[in-house]
């Protein structure tokens, strides 16, 4: 056999998002605008000799770094896509990505914990003058870093199969942009909550309403970071993206006397799935013929089927 033959049956194992170069931009400007308020911030408190200052440079630092992650699993994963090593591509290195992320994410909600008890227990001077506008630097700069993350969606392509549109949507999801924009939205939440508590404490002299707060922020944060850590494990551990999926692909193949005997379905990327299942029949056909039933399923990207005969 020449080796040219076989071309009709290979097929590409790139398996990144839709939009994976737009998230992958706009990940890295989000990293370069937090760095530089990072970095602001902790010069500027080294030379006005402001403690909250630096600590809030600091705590930027660990979203920097947690963005940097997300930013790296885009470089990374483009770089590699056609890697022979990778033998189902790189789609999920996003997955991994959110999953480190959402475990930093989780350690920072705790350390603020931490914090927020030992305030309750050891009341300490707040500065209300100096921290309050740093708490408002932050916010301008998560809700700018928020809008240059948001998610963009583009349905014009959903209504000439809303079915398969739904199936396609269900793990068409970019887990590490969700990460990325989790990790800005819970630095966001925690400066109102700053502010709130801050304003609070110096207007009614409530001292106790800071960390009380930073409780709140603690409790909302780990949520989140619990959520982002379901669902990048479950695609990691690969679990059945959509059972609506595979309840459609079991009515397309499951025709006349063919059987579906195993199925495995799997999610490979953001918006790609694979499938391998194991058809039995009394009139068996080409793998092909299967193949062709299920052609028009959106994010089903790699297709495997075996063919047995029926033995009675």
């Given at each position: 056999m020449h080796s040219h033959s076989i071309a009709p049956w290979t097929?590409?194992?790139?398996?990144?998002?839709?939009?994976?170069?737009?998230?992958?931009?706009?990940?890295?400007?989000?990293?370069?605008?937090?760095?530089?308020?990072?970095?602001?911030?902790?010069?500027?408190?080294?030379?006005?000799?402001?403690?909250a200052l630096v600590a809030d440079g600091w705590h930027m630092g660990t979203h920097v770094a947690a963005l940097a992650i997300a930013g790296l699993a885009y470089l990374f994963a483009r770089r590699h896509a056609q890697d022979a090593r990778f033998s189902l591509g790189t789609g999920k290195f996003g997955e991994l990505a959110a999953f480190a992320s959402a475990i930093i994410l989780g350690i920072i909600a705790m350390g603020i914990g931490y914090e927020a008890v030992l305030r309750l227990v050891h009341p300490v001077a707040i500065h209300f003058r100096e921290a309050i506008p740093i708490a408002a630097l932050g916010l301008c700069v998560n809700l700018a870093s928020a809008w240059l993350l948001?998610?963009?969606?583009?349905?014009?392509?959903?209504?000439?199969?809303?079915?398969?549109?739904?199936d396609h949507a269900a793990h068409a999801h970019d887990s590490n942009y969700r990460a990325a924009y989790v990790h800005v939205l819970a630095d966001a939440l925690t400066s109102v909550l700053t502010i709130a508590g801050l304003s609070l404490a110096w207007a009614f002299g409530w001292t106790f309403m800071d960390p009380l707060v930073g409780l709140v922020g603690t409790v909302v944060i780990l949520s989140w970071a619990v959520s982002l850590v379901r669902t990048a494990g479950s695609v990691l551990l690969d679990t059945v993206p959509d059972p609506e999926l595979v309840q459609r692909i079991r009515e397309r193949i499951e025709a006349g006397g063919d059987r579906i005997a195993d199925l495995h379905l799997w999610q490979l990327g953001p918006g790609h799935a694979a499938m391998i299942a194991s058809v039995v029949s009394d009139t068996p056909q080409p793998p092909a013929v299967y193949k062709e039933r299920l052609q028009d399923l959106a994010g089903l990207s790699h297709v495997t089927i075996e063919v047995n005969a029926c033995q009675h």
């Amino acid at each position: 056999m020449h080796s040219h033959s076989i071309a009709p049956w290979t097929h590409n194992h790139s398996f990144l998002g839709e939009r994976h170069g737009e998230h992958e931009r706009r990940t890295w400007s989000v990293v370069a605008l937090t760095a530089v308020m990072m970095v602001v911030e902790i010069v500027g408190g080294l030379m006005f000799g402001s403690l909250a200052l630096v600590a809030d440079g600091w705590h930027m630092g660990t979203h920097v770094a947690a963005l940097a992650i997300a930013g790296l699993a885009y470089l990374f994963a483009r770089r590699h896509a056609q890697d022979a090593r990778f033998s189902l591509g790189t789609g999920k290195f996003g997955e991994l990505a959110a999953f480190a992320s959402a475990i930093i994410l989780g350690i920072i909600a705790m350390g603020i914990g931490y914090e927020a008890v030992l305030r309750l227990v050891h009341p300490v001077a707040i500065h209300f003058r100096e921290a309050i506008p740093i708490a408002a630097l932050g916010l301008c700069v998560n809700l700018a870093s928020a809008w240059l993350l948001r998610e963009t969606h583009d349905h014009d392509h959903d209504h000439d199969h809303p079915d398969d549109a739904h199936d396609h949507a269900a793990h068409a999801h970019d887990s590490n942009y969700r990460a990325a924009y989790v990790h800005v939205l819970a630095d966001a939440l925690t400066s109102v909550l700053t502010i709130a508590g801050l304003s609070l404490a110096w207007a009614f002299g409530w001292t106790f309403m800071d960390p009380l707060v930073g409780l709140v922020g603690t409790v909302v944060i780990l949520s989140w970071a619990v959520s982002l850590v379901r669902t990048a494990g479950s695609v990691l551990l690969d679990t059945v993206p959509d059972p609506e999926l595979v309840q459609r692909i079991r009515e397309r193949i499951e025709a006349g006397g063919d059987r579906i005997a195993d199925l495995h379905l799997w999610q490979l990327g953001p918006g790609h799935a694979a499938m391998i299942a194991s058809v039995v029949s009394d009139t068996p056909q080409p793998p092909a013929v299967y193949k062709e039933r299920l052609q028009d399923l959106a994010g089903l990207s790699h297709v495997t089927i075996e063919v047995n005969a029926c033995q009675h």
